[in-house]
T-cell receptor
Framework: AQTVTQSQPEMSVQEAETVTLSCTYD???????LFWYKQPPSRQMILVIR??????QNATENRFSVNFQKAAKSFSLKISDSQLGDAAMYFC??????????????FGTGTRLKVLA | EAGVAQSPRYKIIEKRQSVAFWCNPI?????LYWYQQILGQGPKLLIQ????????DSQLPKDRFSAERLKGVDSTLKIQPAKLEDSAVYLC?????????????FGDGTRLSIL
């Protein structure tokens, strides 16, 4: 069974600095998708960035980028130039490729990010 | 476009009572998900619909939870009877097609407290 592990319950970063959130996963499949979601106190989950496992190039979305290490089954999120609005819970999520007949997302336990002014 | 709508936003009931949550996905989204998020944990999928058919309900406690998606649009999740461990936020999400890499769009969730 697939699992997703986020080993950092909480992280802090100074405003304008860079922070990296860690995520590891376990799967026997070769084709899948990985996501980072942000959940502010308002509770609505918002997609931050996604990565297809078959793509070697790391995904980037403005200040957010990932370090995808497929062999190590590692998928970390780097936030550059941190802003106060980045403070939230961040969840790493795994989804198998639909070719394998499974669709469900598996979420990690989350990392609470605090941004210090 | 309008987002995923959920109601109510908060609900407080006593154990052994019943409760229902409602979700209206984004227009045109064929796939609908219900998640349970217990405090301090990540969301756990309860049930996934593709149109009005169930794709995955392997983690739904079927002795007390039920869900339906009539006409492939709105969905209702029911708990009867509720237990203390059902206290959680119930999130609804939708995506344009379950077979693609289209991301899920989440609603604001319903926070359920069991007394």
């Amino acid at each position: 069974a697939q699992t997703v592990t986020q080993s950092q319950p909480e992280m802090s970063v100074q405003e304008a600095e860079t922070v990296t959130l860690s995520c590891t996963y376990d799967t026997s499949e070769s084709d899948y998708y990985l996501f980072w979601y942000k959940q502010p106190p308002s509770r609505q989950m918002i997609l931050v960035i996604r990565q297809e496992a078959y793509k070697q190039q790391n995904a980037t979305e403005n200040r957010f980028s990932v370090n995808f290490q497929k062999a190590a089954k590692s998928f970390s999120l780097k936030i550059s130039d941190s802003q106060l609005g980045d403070a939230a819970m961040y969840f790493c999520a795994y989804r198998a490729s639909p070719r394998f007949g499974t669709y469900k997302y598996i979420f990690g336990t989350g990392t609470r990010l605090k941004v210090l002014a | 476009e309008a987002g995923v709508a959920q109601s109510p936003r908060y609900k407080i009931i006593e154990k052994r009572q019943s409760v229902a949550f409602w979700c209206n996905p984004i227009s045109g989204h064929a796939t609908l998900y219900w998640y349970q998020q217990i405090l301090g944990q990540g969301p756990k999928l309860l049930i996934q619909f593709q149109n009005n058919g169930v794709v995955d309900d392997s983690q739904l406690p079927k002795d007390r939870f039920s869900a339906e998606r009539l006409k492939g649009v709105d969905s209702t999740l029911k708990i009867q009877p509720a237990k203390l461990e059902d206290s959680a936020v119930y999130l609804c999400a939708s995506s344009s097609w379950g077979g693609s890499n289209q991301p899920q769009h989440f609603g604001d969730g319903t926070r359920l407290s069991i007394l």
